[in-house]
């Protein structure tokens, strides 16, 4: 099912005005456990440029990861950017400032990393997971995802499934803004499904601190 515009509670307006990095555009839906899920659709100015600047300048990397007895090539490329370093658009830099001034009440530290991931094509994804790395086993948390280029779903599923908690899933377009917070971290988990047919879609992924 995808979301409907319908579901989400109007965020309360923010002073930022009617410029880009709006966040008075974003919108709530309460999840179970704790965990929410906020949108802004077309949220990132200069998306196109944006998207040109991660294909082109990111150091992107292939990950091969053990499974079992053999190697396996992690199906999208990485690289994350530490704190302190310079991110290649000035516009996702001002996208993390102002969703740290956003959010600075509710989440109480700014956001610091910014993960990158490169879908190349629907073949790319992500499997089921939380980002348990750190604090986020243990503390509610927010991560922030800009996802430019081609829309993929980004589905969500409580850990615990016996309870009739059902899937959700929420479509990720160019420039669409999608934060997970509140437990979303220990007590659901994500995944980017692989599609028949997708183009190259680059998600850049907000963290505070010691969540990864
Ligand atoms: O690409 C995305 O939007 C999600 C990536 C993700 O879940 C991760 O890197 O932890
Ligand atoms: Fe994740």
């Known amino acids: 099912m995808d979301f409907q515009a319908t579901l989400f509670e109007p965020?309360?307006?923010?002073?930022?005005?009617?410029?880009?990095?709006?966040?008075g555009?974003?919108?709530?839906?309460?999840?179970?456990?704790g965990a929410w899920v906020d949108v802004g659709r077309s949220w990132l100015p200069d998306a196109d440029e944006v998207l040109e600047a991660l294909?082109?300048?990111v150091p992107w990397r292939a990950e091969r990861r053990q499974m079992y007895d053999r190697l396996v090539d992690v199906p999208r490329l990485v690289h994350t950017y530490m704190i302190g370093e310079t991110?290649?658009?000035p516009?996702?830099?001002?996208?993390?400032?102002a969703l740290t001034a956003h959010y600075a009440a509710e989440l109480g530290e700014p956001f610091r990393t910014a993960g990158c991931c490169y879908y190349r094509d629907g073949r790319d994804s992500v499997a089921?997971?939380?980002?348990?790395?750190?604090?986020?086993s243990t503390h509610d948390t927010m991560v922030a995802i800009v996802s430019v280029g081609d829309p993929r779903k980004l589905a969500l599923r409580p850990r615990e499934r016996d309870e009739g908690g059902e899937s959700i899933v929420v479509t990720m377009g160019h420039g669409d803004l999608v934060v997970m917070g509140g437990s979303c971290q220990r007590t659901w988990e994500h995944a980017v499904p692989k599609v028949a047919s997708a183009g190259p879609r680059v998600s850049v992924q907000f963290r505070p601190f010691n969540v990864f």
């Open 11 to 23: 965020a309360p307006a923010g002073a930022d005005g009617p410029t880009g990095l709006d966040t």
């Open 25 to 33: 555009r974003i919108e709530r839906r309460e999840l179970s456990h």
């Open 55 to 57: 294909v082109r300048e």
């Open 87 to 89: 991110l290649p658009h």
């Open 91 to 97: 516009t996702l830099e001002a996208a993390r400032d």
């Open 128 to 136: 089921w997971h939380g980002d348990t790395i750190g604090r986020g």
